[in-house]
């Protein structure tokens, strides 16, 4: 019952920030910022995605989702804990509120598709492309399926070579 209504609030959240944001494909070369959006749940290499940040050559700002957690994993990423979320799952007004002024080029949401918590944090960053792998609360333009296993390394080096494809004027 929770989880269903946790689910309408998420849409009505979506729908929301979607009419408020402009959407535009960005081949690779022209994004700078890129929000990234994980979670504990996945299998997590900090020092395997540290190498990818650096060799990207881009900003990357990592939101690490972890709800269970009391006190956040890593100092450098922005930790989403215990405190951060309502009875529902999905984050307080106030984590909302603080996110809403950050602007990206690209978000990539690498964490599972049914993490609704991840959608949200997804939807509210606000970038013209976002990237998710499903479409189930149509939050993301770009559609990129995580393989199985998973391996976080290779979906982000999977978002990145379909945005080398993109080409634009």
Partial sequence: MLNKLAE?????????????????FL??????????????NDSINKSAID???????????VFF???NA??????????????????LN????????NLKDKKFDLVINAANHSNLFASAITSTLQAPLKCAQATNFNEAELIIEKTVPFNLINYLNDVVKYLKMIKTN
Avoid at 8 to 24: D, E, W, Y
Avoid at 27 to 40: E, Y
Avoid at 75 to 81: E, H, L, T, V, Y
């Fill in 65 to 67: 989702i972890e709800l």
């Fill in 90 to 97: 999905l984050p307080k007004n106030t984590t909302v509120i």
């Fill in 70 to 87: 009391k006190t956040p994993s890593y100092g450098d990423w922005k930790c989403f804990i215990k405190k951060d979320k309502t009875l």
């Fill in 8 to 24: 309408i609030t998420l849409r009505s959240l979506i729908t929301k920030n979607n009419l408020s944001q402009q959407k535009q």
């Fill in 27 to 40: 081949p690779w070369d022209k994004i700078q910022k890129i929000a990234l959006v994980i979670s504990k």
């Fill in 51 to 61: 190498k990818f940040i650096t060799d990207s050559q881009k900003y990357v700002e």
